[in-house]
């Protein structure tokens, strides 16, 4: 029995570490966004989706269109959240993409995926105090974790114009250009 526990706390923190290195990542191009290093998110409908191609985009439109119906026949259906999200995300459309996520959050309150990718999204849609409350919640299930805290201390000094005395790292390193924002798969 405690070897199943171990096993279940190790996963939790291996789960967690990589939520957070994900969205420490994530947290680079916004600092440096504040520090004036970088432009700003423009709105979805004037993002440029050159890093796809237009059959990929096209597919994705389709995808989107597609999850959109199912969602009007089932406004709570979890599978077709998460793709609407995942498809608004790959397009860059982040403001479109923080509704869905929300819902997703209000279907499970305390599931540290949809935790950690509306803090994500709404980083990307520079909402530094939208990003702080999930991450808040995640420090509360997960208070052994201090990564979480350093990321929402972080976030804070940028929110009130502190910044750590070392430089923020530059935002020039090569990163991908639609970060993919991990959903669990949905419960049967």
């Known amino acids: 029995m405690s070897e199943q526990k171990s096993r279940k706390n190790l996963q939790k923190i291996i789960i967690i570490a990589s939520a957070l290195a994900l969205l420490g990542v994530s947290i680079i191009p916004f600092l440096g966004q504040l520090t004036g290093q970088s432009e700003p998110n423009p709105p979805d409908s004037a993002v440029d989706n050159n890093n796809l191609s237009p059959s ?3 597919l994705l439109q389709s995808q989107e269109k597609g999850y959109e119906a199912v ?8 599978s077709a959240l998460q793709g609407l999200v995942q498809a ?22 305390e599931n540290p995926g949809y935790l950690q990718a509306l ?15 999930p991450l808040e919640k995640l420090a509360k299930i997960y208070p052994e974790n201090k990564e979480i805290t350093t990321i929402i201390d972080t976030l804070k000094k940028a929110q009130k114009g502190e910044f750590p005395s070392a430089q923020p790292p530059s935002s020039t390193s090569p990163a991908t250009p639609n970060p993919a924002i991990p959903l669990p798969p949905p419960q049967p």
Not at 71 to 78: H, Y
Not at 119 to 133: M, P, T
């Open 71 to 78: 969602l009007k026949r089932e406004p709570n259906n979890q």
């Open 88 to 109: 608004r995300v790959q397009m860059n459309h982040f403001h479109s993409a923080k509704e869905p996520m929300e819902t997703l959050l209000k279907l499970d309150p």
């Open 119 to 133: 803090a994500q999204i709404n980083l990307k849609n520079n909402d530094i105090e939208g990003a702080l409350s």
């Open 56 to 58: 990929e985009n096209e």
